[in-house]
């Protein structure tokens, strides 16, 4: 079983960016969906971006297109989360996680993943 961990977590100003890591404890499938997810406090969880590691295909949540940017280093087994212009609205936890299959079928649905990781704090302030 995959386990993952995140990183690159912090506070940050409005406006500002963060990049945030997800590093697998083994080689990232070609045939996996790995997405990114964050919850707000007292919120539910919500999908946020998502990629077919076969082709490199993303998905994005409208609450973050055009400022986030979800990438892979197959190398170094990591899932990125790329984050610019950073709103206040944006503070929550960030989750990475992976399924076993492609993501063209509800690839920000929390339940269509198997794997996940711990989470990072992510705090912008204002």
């Known amino acids: 079983q995959v386990q993952l961990a995140e990183s690159g977590g912090g506070s940050v100003q409005a406006g500002g960016s963060l990049r945030l890591s997800c590093t697998a404890s083994?080689?990232?499938?070609?045939?996996?969906?790995m997405g990114w997810f964050r919850q707000a406090q007292g919120k539910e969880r919500e999908g946020i971006a998502a990629?077919?590691?076969?082709?490199?295909?993303?998905w994005y949540a409208d609450s973050v297109k055009g400022r986030f940017t979800i990438s892979q280093d197959n190398a170094k087994n990591t899932l990125y989360l790329q984050m610019n212009d950073l709103k206040p609205e944006d503070s929550a936890v960030y989750y990475c996680?992976?399924?076993?299959?492609?993501?063209?079928?509800?690839?920000?649905?929390?339940?269509?993943?198997?794997?996940w990781g711990q989470g990072t704090q992510v705090t912008v302030s204002s």
């Open positions: 083994r080689g990232i499938d070609t045939s996996v969906c």
């Open positions: 996680a992976e399924r076993s299959y492609s993501c063209y079928n509800r690839p920000l649905v929390e339940r269509e993943y198997d794997h």
């Open positions: 990629v077919y590691i076969a082709n490199r295909r993303a």
